[in-house]
Every structure is written in C-alpha cells, then in structure tokens.
C-alpha cells in the first residue's frame, strides 16, 4: 500500500455516498470562510481522517501490529502560499485560522528558516500544526539541502473529529498539516510511508509518546477496508477486508462523554503505560535473555516487548503463536508481583541505578508512579497481540467459520470476532486499567442489547467504544444507550447529534486541488 497520497478531483474520491451531501457544504464553507478571512480562494485542501482501532489496543508503541480503519470524521485544511509575506529576514510567516474561532484562536507566526520552536509545556491548538510543519520541513530538508527556505502559508482549518474522543483527532490533524507543508512547498507526489513516519515523529513533539496506529491509519487507508499495520522490520500496512456476513456486521462508535486529555492525564495514563510497557522489557529481557541485550529500536523509548521476542526466540522457528504462548506464561512466572515494582527493584534487576533509570526511561516525558505494573501490562500486551492475529486470521480466512452454521447464517463467524473485542474490553479493563466505569457501562448496554462485541478503542480512560453490532440491532442498542445512558447526562443537541456514529471503513490523506469557489 506504499505510494503516494492521491490528489483528489472531486469530494467523490474522497468519501462514501452516505456522506457526500454532507460533506459538500462543509467544503464550500470552509473555501467561502477562507475567502472571506485571507481575501482569496485556497490553492488546495489537505485532508486526513480520525480512526477508530478495532482490535490491538495500546501494543503499537511495543511494535506490534494493529488493525484500525480511518473514519469520516476529519481534519481539512484549506491552503495558500503567500507570495509577498513581508517576514522579517531570515523568517516565513504561517497564519493559522479556525473555523470554530472563539474555541481555537487565530495566530499569526513568524518563524526563523532554521527551526521550530513548540512548547510542549502550553496546551495550544496550533502546537499540532506546529509540530507537522516541523516534521515536514525536516524531510523538505533532507531531500532539498539544509538552506531549503520555507514558503509563506495562509492556512483555514475545520476538524470534524472531536477531540479527546479517542478517534485520533491529534494524528489527524499533525498528518493534514504535515502534508499542507509538504504540497505548498512544491511536493505534489508525497510519500505515504514517509508521511507518516514524519508523523508519528512529530506528534511525540507535543508531549505524548504515541504509537504509530493513528498516523498510519490516518494517511494509509482505504475506502471500505480495515488496515492491517505492521511496525517492524518497517512500518507496512495492508488493507483487510470484511467477508460478507448474515446478519450483516456494521461497526457502531459510541461517545462516553468523558473527556480524556492525553497531555494532561500523560503522567499517570497514557505516557505512564509507555513507560511501564518499556520497563517491562527490559525486566524481562534481563532475566528471560541474560546477557542478550535488548536491541534498540523504533519504540518511543528505543526498547520495546517486541524486541523481548526478537532477542527470546532469535535461533527459533517456533511459529509466532507458540512464542506468544511461551511469553505469555514466562510473564506469569518471571513477573510474579501482582503489587507493581519500584524503581529500586527494577533497577537492580537491569542493572542501572535509580538516577539511570529515571534519565533513560522518565525524562522525555514526566510521569508520576510509586510503583510501576509490569506484570499486568506485559500480559495485556502479549494477550492481546494473539488476540489480534486471531482476528486478522478470522478475517482472512474464514470459510470454516463461515460454514459452521447451517442456511445462510454466520452467527458462529460474528460471535468469534465479537468475542475476541469483548475480551480485550476485559484486558484494558482488568490489566492494562485504561476504561472507566462509563465505557464499561456502554459495553454492558450495547451487549444486551445484542452487540456481538463491545470495546473501548484509542487510549481509553473516556473517550470513544466500538461495537459489532448485526445491522437488524443497530437500532435497539442506540435506543439502549439512549435510555440507560446518554439521557442521564447533561447533553447539548450537537453532542446528542455525534453520541453515537456508524461508520463504514473510510479513505485515508488527500491533497485536493482547489479550482474555483466551490467543490466539486
Ligand atoms: P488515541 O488517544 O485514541 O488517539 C492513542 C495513541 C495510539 C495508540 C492508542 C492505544 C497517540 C497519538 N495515539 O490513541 O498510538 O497507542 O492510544 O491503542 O498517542
């Protein structure tokens, strides 16, 4: 699926037809708004869409593989180079504007040729352009010589993704501006691959040591399949699609409504699971593969539990799900204190001293933990990546699941893949301690009301939950949630308008090239 990101011609490439009307008015909005504001029409729009995971739950940042698939839902961002910036010397100017104004303020930036700068420390909308302008001008200068000297940029936005839902608004948004930056600078044929790579690095600059799932979900994707995404030996990704099934399957998104901030809950959730999953490997490693360091790798923190496997099973050709098995019970008896370990303990067992382990594995990001939960965050890890492989091979190969049941009916088929979400509900739940109770509540709803699987997906802690839902019960679990949740909360109309979404596979970044007033 490498290649390069498409330029549209028409919205029709971009989106299904459920949604085209829709989205049409939204486009003609944004080039009337853009005019209205800079005076011109855009240049182009860029454009990458939210995710939501399936299945593979926080394993991206320990390398192991994902299935997510883009949504409709998105960031777009009109563009156009200002010829006559009038910067000082040795600076561009980049004017970055909202449509939702009162809630994310215009800026207007005059940046040095040289670098970036983005404080990570202040919570500002335009971090995220920031940070995919940074990424984008590192690769322009790689291929163009290190006196590359930036275009001016007029530049509107309109993000439809809500953020801290769990459906990537952030991977969203740094991939369009990476690319807004790539396509203005005279780069029409962008890479995929390196997109978002750049991508993945650059949203790091803004205090989260994420995975790479989003970003690859966001640029890769294709209308009407899932995304199989591989992190080593290279980040790869194939499209997986789903066979045709009775009841008919559809995936449902249901809102929790509890918003969570990874940047601001970083120390004691998302950044803090990285840190542990890291420290993870290397307790294990030290004891598993004595004397086999761990080799660095692509990870946010350079290790990571794949890398356990790697070094674990180097000589092996034990198939993968024998060394999953094997990892999972050397877990259990090599990580045996349900109670979490100290620094000190983990310290000595990977023989640095504290103050070493605080600068290897704490600085980047802060977190704040007395005791860190090996054992339960590698079980997660390691459990749900079989979980993972169980469904992808599901998926692909499914005739045997298919013909279990007699007439046209693939109820057994359903059930397995709505079995193996549930369970990962119940290992973020109990192991990896990233739900809360109100996506569990909207898990327990949905599945009595007849979802065949119920899950949080993204990092969790609030946010967004995914169900596999057959078509003829869509509307008795909405009803469901309706009556035992939603109508409980205090919601406006808009957000009882986005509680509950259902989403058909969508298609990844775009560049579209604007001609004229309106979109065709
Ligand atoms: P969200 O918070 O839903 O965008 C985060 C990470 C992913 C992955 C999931 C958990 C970022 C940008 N995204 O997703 O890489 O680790 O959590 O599976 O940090």
Not at 285 to 294: E, Q, R, T, Y
Not at 456 to 472: E, N, Q, R
């Amino acid at each position: 699926m490498a290649g390069t990101v498409p330029v549209a011609t028409s919205l029709k490439d971009i989106y299904t037809d459920d949604a085209l009307a829709e989205q049409t008015g939204r486009w003609d909005r944004l080039l009337k708004e853009f005019k209205t504001n800079y005076g011109r029409n855009p240049q182009f729009v860029s454009r990458s869409p939210g995710r939501v995971n399936i299945i593979g739950e926080h394993i991206d940042y320990s390398l192991y593989s994902v299935l997510p698939m883009a949504i409709t839902a998105d960031v777009i961002l009109a563009v156009a180079v200002i010829e006559n910036a009038h910067a000082s010397e040795g600076h561009y100017k980049i004017k970055v504007a909202n449509v939702q104004s009162a809630k994310f303020p215009a800026h207007e930036f005059e940046i040095p040729y040289g670098s970036v700068d983005i404080d990570a420390t202040v919570h500002e909308w335009t971090n995220y352009f920031k940070s995919g302008l940074r990424g984008a001008l590192a690769l322009l200068r790689k291929q163009h010589g290190t006196d590359f000297k930036p275009k001016s940029l007029e530049i509107l936005m309109d993000g439809s993704v809500p953020a801290g839902g769990g459906l990537s608004s952030s991977a969203a948004f740094v991939s369009a501006s990476a690319l807004a930056v790539m396509y203005a600078n005279g780069e029409t044929s962008v890479d995929k691959t390196a997109l978002t790579e750049l991508a993945i690095v650059s949203e790091r600059a803004v205090g989260v040591n994420s995975g790479g799932m989003d970003q690859s979900a966001s640029v890769f994707s294709l209308r009407g399949s899932a995304l199989y995404v591989s992190f080593v030996p290279s980040l790869t990704a194939r499209p997986v699609y789903f066979p045709a099934s009775n009841p008919e399957l559809t995936f449902v998104i249901a809102q929790s409504f509890v918003v969570s901030d990874k940047h601001v809950t970083g120390p004691v959730c998302y950044n803090l699971r990285v840190v542990e999953c890291s420290l993870a490997a290397a307790y294990l490693n030290a004891i598993i593969s004595k004397g086999h360091p761990l080799p660095a790798d692509s990870g946010p923190l350079g290790i990571s539990l794949h890398g356990v496997q790697d070094v674990y099973f180097k000589d092996s050709n034990k198939p993968v799900s024998e060394q999953l098995s094997e990892l999972i019970s050397l877990v259990g008896s090599t990580l045996t204190k349900e109670e979490g370990y100290t620094r000190e303990e983990i310290a000595e067992v990977i023989g640095l001293t504290v103050p070493e382990l605080n600068e290897r594995f704490t600085s980047t990001f802060p977190v704040r933990a007395e005791k860190f939960m090996l054992r339960q965050r590698a079980l997660h890890v390691y459990t749900e990546v079989v979980r993972v492989l169980q469904f992808l091979s599901i998926l692909e190969d499914p005739k045997s699941h298919l013909d279990a049941d007699s007439g046209s009916s693939t109820e057994t088929f359903n059930c397995k893949l709505g079995d193996l979400m549930n369970e990962t509900q119940d290992s973020c739940r109990d192991f990896y301690q990233c739900s809360c109770s109100e996506l569990d509540q909207l898990c327990a709803i949905a599945r009595r009301a007849g979802s065949y699987g119920s899950r949080l997906t993204g990092a969790g802690w609030g946010g967004c939950s995914v169900h596999l839902v057959p078509a003829d019960r869509v509307e008795a679990v909405k009803k469901a949630w309706e009556t035992e949740y939603y109508s409980k909360l205090n919601l406006t109309e808009e957000q009882k308008a986005g509680a509950v979404v259902v989403s058909k596979p969508g298609s990844g970044s775009a560049v579209y090239v604007v001609d004229g007033d309106t979109v065709i």
